[in-house]
């Protein structure tokens, strides 16, 4: 195997950045959060997801050891952000990498 899995997703949305906070500070008491400039990441068992705030989207870059974890984290960050985001209809739909 060479190196991480990864993932990533871009949600169209005019309020990333209230997205983005809002994920940190729900997911941040459960998990650890990095601030890395002006993103942020969530570290989740084997794997992270990087939340990065555009003025047009929400940017996703998950990365895993395991398929397993992979799959976690998409459901973990991708369900809470479509929760969230219910209202305006946000969709998360991830594209794995090679």
Known sequence: MSGPLTATAVVPTLAAARYVKQL??????????????????????????????????????????TADGLERIEQVVGGHLERFGQRDELVVEWRRGS
């Open 24 to 65: 940190v500070s729900h997911l941040g008491r459960k998990l650890e959060v990095r601030s890395e400039g002006e993103s942020e990441r969530l570290l989740l068992g084997t794997g992270s997801c990087l939340l990065v705030s555009r003025p047009d989207a929400v940017h996703l870059h998950a990365t895993a050891d």
